[in-house]
């Protein structure tokens, strides 16, 4: 049986910001982190909100539905509140979550904030950040060094209060003793490269001590960010059989290719960012194979190989077709517009109401289409005219640059108080 037998927690302002919007929960053996978006005060109040929905006893039964459940009931308050609340229009929150069972470690997530677990010399990433270059990055369209320095690698596509439901990523992981896992928010990683984050867990003493010099890298390479870190370290019961040797027979399907009963609704089956050979490893040992939420109870069975058919015969009477350009180019078409619809919803940009003359939030692209169709909507009008606006400035508010919301909002509350130069 797994137990914490060490753990260390804080959470700082960083270099740059000038209130803290990261929140974390400790209540061994769940532990929480959660970084705030929208600007002013708004974004430390969902992040808040997000962590004090964990205060209640973890509802009986299996872990991964119960964290779920908090997590979608936290979306909506957090939501509704954007929603009747002026102040907090907006706003949205990651959330990342772990809760060590008996022989487990169930992480559930939203955004990208992120879970790790050192075992041995090993760091491997347990979460897939949920954002515009994390996206990229799953398609193969950017590597994971790319990604860090991508301009638009705070654009998240996933967070707490922005729309009425959210998709949880859920993760079960069997643990061994010794293993320290830790979850942060993207102020750590975004400063302190993996391989760093690696070296100083490795070589550090204590918990106490790898968790201050973390924070401290961070500050050191720039502090843009407020920095959070929860570290925790597992161990075994004395007389406690490893996982899979307790009496009780539980296999657990991985995720990877294999057809597998459906988790609980509200899950998703994440991707391993495991190297290809530790991964190799965990799944020819089983002690670390990402894992069904549920145990199934049978084994899996190859799918049959499927016998070509003959060709029919030809028929006689022709039959007009489409030219197979034309369905090519519709499919392409198709795909783009698939594809610049999902990119609207995930980035902002501030530009000037055409009618009133007001300097406008939009969320989308700034790019319209054929019949009228505009890939961006009105998100927050200020109360500032662009002509009111320094002239040295205006490009500013004219140039259509993609931001995320909380960039956006606060360039245009340091508008509206007139902090611009």
């Given amino acids: ?16 910001r000038q209130g803290n919007e990261d929140n974390l929960f400790v209540r061994s053996p769940l532990f929480v982190v959660a970084d705030g978006m929208g600007g002013a005060q708004a974004g430390e109040v969902a992040s808040k909100m997000a962590v004090d929905s964990f205060e209640e006893d973890m509802p009986h039964g299996n872990p991964a539905e119960a964290l779920v459940t908090i997590i979608e009931g936290a979306n909506r308050a957090i939501h509704d509140r954007s929603r009747t609340d002026a102040k907090t229009t907006g706003m949205g ?14 992480i559930a997530h939203v955004g990208d904030s992120r879970a790790y677990v050192l075992r ?20 193969g369209k950017l590597t994971e060094e790319q ?3 991508h301009p638009q690698r705070s654009v998240i596509t996933r967070a707490l209060g922005s729309e009425p439901d959210v998709e949880v990523d859920v993760h079960v992981y069997h643990a061994r003793a010794g293993d320290v896992f830790m979850l942060n928010s993207d102020g750590l990683t975004s400063m302190v490269p993996e391989a760093r984050v690696k070296q100083i867990l490795a070589g550090a ?10 924070i401290n890298a961070a500050n050191d390479a720039g502090g843009k960010d407020n920095i959070t870190v929860i570290l925790f370290r597992v161990e075994d019961v004395d007389g406690a059989a490893p996982p899979g040797d307790s009496g009780e027979t539980r296999e657990y399907e991985t995720w990877e290719g294999d057809a597998v009963a459906d ?4 899950v998703t089956r994440p991707q391993s960012t495991a190297s290809d050979e530790t991964e190799a490893e965990y799944r020819r040992t089983g002690t670390m194979a990402l894992s069904a939420v549920r145990p199934r109870a049978e084994p899996i069975e190859e799918p049959p190989e499927r016998s070509v058919p003959p060709p029919e015969p030809p028929r006689k009477r022709r039959r007009r077709r489409i030219p197979g350009a034309l369905i090519a180019v519709v499919i392409v078409l198709l795909i783009v517009v698939a594809g610049f619809w999902t990119a ?5 940009f501030v530009g000037v109401d055409d009618t009133t003359g007001v300097v406008t939030i939009y969320r989308g ?8 169709l505009d890939l961006y909507s009105r998100d927050y009008a200020s109360g500032v005219r662009i002509e009111q606006v320094p002239a040295a400035r205006r490009q500013t508010f004219t140039e259509h640059k993609l931001r995320s919301r909380d960039d956006a909002k606060n360039l245009v509350i340091e508008l509206e108080r007139g902090r611009l130069e």
């Fill in 365 to 372: 692209l700034p790019y319209e289409l054929p019949f009228g």
């Fill in 147 to 149: 990604a860090e320095m």
């Fill in 344 to 348: 609207s919803r995930a980035v902002y």
């Fill in 205 to 214: 003493s204590s918990l106490d001590q790898a968790g201050r010099e973390l």
């Fill in 263 to 266: 988790p609980p609704e509200g």
């Fill in 120 to 139: 041995g010399s090993d760091l491997i990433r347990l979460t897939r950040d949920h954002s515009l270059v994390g996206e990229l990055v799953l398609r």
């Fill in 93 to 106: 929150t990651t959330v990342t979550a772990a809760y060590v069972g008996e022989s487990e470690v169930t």
């Fill in 1 to 16: 049986m797994l137990r914490i037998s060490e753990h260390w927690e804080e959470s700082d302002l960083g270099r740059q």
